[in-house]
């Protein structure tokens, strides 16, 4: 049993499932949600307050960054909206271990913040698991925060964005992005937001931004929630301070080639990070030896589903990398792979 989940609500609803049959399960889910409206204020919640109050940041920055997958999308899940055939993870059990696999993997990579997409609460796709709460007792000594981009409350489905800090920060808020007009699955609304955190590092003032931009909009909301980013981070730039925006890009970030064998269909939805656009100084970041991101049309097959680079950071001038690395996972727990950063700030110039 996988620690801080909630297995007790979590089996009865896998019972449930099991005992209603595909097509009425689904019949339900839409009529319910044809009367059920999720709500749209964007509020940040507290999972865990760190007992100890946050150390103060030294140099260099550290941060991990990954997108959990709500618990479901581990290496046996396929999902419909990527062409596969389920709308569910295969089991409750199945949950679990990918919960136990992202737990044993975040204590393995320390970090002064963490940021998560696809974090949830209990809910449909997690078999009621609790994903924070997971995360919350990996990190204990961590301050774990989390907002709701997906907030439906029938079928119950609870996903977001999560922060976790284990050092001090001077604030963190939430900024809402263009949403796309068309509703997920036909029902769901999705909220698009970043987190922006504030905090010092040895001195200097940085800004961190969370993101988890739209993935199945055929491109033009991923554009409108691009520009209004740049237009955010060159702001808090401009104000002196050293920025860096990270998560689930859902653009290719760099042209690759890792083998696969699947059809090219699976592809339908990737766009190519339009590199021409940024600003003068700054610059993208990610591991190109290792993907971050496989195909979910079909289980996961090493060599036979596509995978592709869709996160990593975007940095402003004054930001020195000394080091950027995706964890290879075999994407077991996840549809996704963790990156680890080592950043370092260097004085600003009239010139950055």
Known sequence: MTEGADMGRGGWIEDRIRRVGRAVLLTLLFGLAACAHGGAALRLETIQRAAE???????????????????????DADFKADGGKSLLPPSG?????????IQARLRAMPADLYVFQEMARPGLLTYGRDVAGAVAVALPTSTLLFSRDINQPVPRLHHGLGL???????????????????????FITRHY???????????????????????????????????????????????????????DWNLRLTPTHFA????????????????????AGWRLVFDPTTPTVRTNEQPYVAGRNYTTIIDGALVSPGVDVVSVRTADTGFVATDHQPVAYVLKARPLTSSD
């Open 260 to 279: 696969y064998t699947a059809d090219a269909s699976a592809q339908f939805w990737i766009r190519d990070f339009p590199v021409d656009q940024l600003p």
């Open 93 to 101: 059990k199945a949950v679990d271990r990918n919960l136990a696999g």
């Open 164 to 186: 976790a800090s284990r050092v001090a920060t001077q604030s963190v808020d939430l900024v809402a992005m263009p949403e796309d007009p068309k509703k997920f699955a036909g």
């Open 193 to 247: 937001h970043v987190q922006r955190i504030r905090l010092q590092i040895a001195g200097a003032d940085w800004t961190v931004f969370n993101l988890h931009l739209s993935a199945f909009d055929g491109g033009e909301v991923r554009q409108a929630q691009l520009a209004a980013l740049l237009t955010l981070v060159q702001a808090e730039a401009a104000s002196g301070r050293h920025v860096v925006a990270l998560g």
């Open 53 to 75: 109050p946050s150390v103060a940041a030294g140099e260099p920055f550290t941060l991990v960054q990954w997108n959990l997958g709500y618990g479901g999308l581990g290496f």
